[in-house]
């Protein structure tokens, strides 16, 4: 059984950083591709950024790009979402998914495992 947990949201202040973790267990780590998404309060779940399971290839969405960088340590079955320079309108509950297959990896139907989220707040 895939788990998907997700860690280090919380509250900020605009211009902060924040680095969310997720911890990805019940398959063979290295063979996932993995993705960030988010969605703020009454809007739909949209794309961050995605990394893929063979040569660490990775996506943005424009709204985050130059600002956000994801990463994986296949050490430590741990994808990584470094958030710099926030802004109030990154505030979201943002989610960890991962998948065995590929696909379009910018949409949340190609991700059957799924965290419960972390809340990143950003204050102006």
């Known amino acids: 059984q895939v788990q998907v947990v997700e860690s280090g949201g919380g509250l900020v202040e605009a211009g902060d950083s924040l680095r969310l973790s997720c911890a990805v267990s019940g398959s063979t780590f290295s063979r996932f591709h993995l993705a960030w998404f988010r969605q703020a309060s009454g809007k739909e779940r949209e794309f961050v950024s995605y990394i893929t399971t063979n040569y660490f290839n990775t996506n943005y969405a424009n709204s985050v790009k130059g600002r956000f960088t994801i990463s994986r340590d296949n050490t430590k079955n741990t994808v990584y979402l470094q958030m710099n320079d926030l802004l109030p309108e990154d505030t979201a509950v943002y989610y960890c998914?991962?998948?065995?297959?590929?696909?379009?990896?910018?949409?949340?139907?190609?991700?059957?495992?799924w965290g419960r989220g972390t809340q990143v707040t950003v204050s102006a």
């Open positions: 998914a991962a998948s065995l297959r590929g696909g379009l990896l910018t949409t949340p139907d190609s991700f059957p495992y």
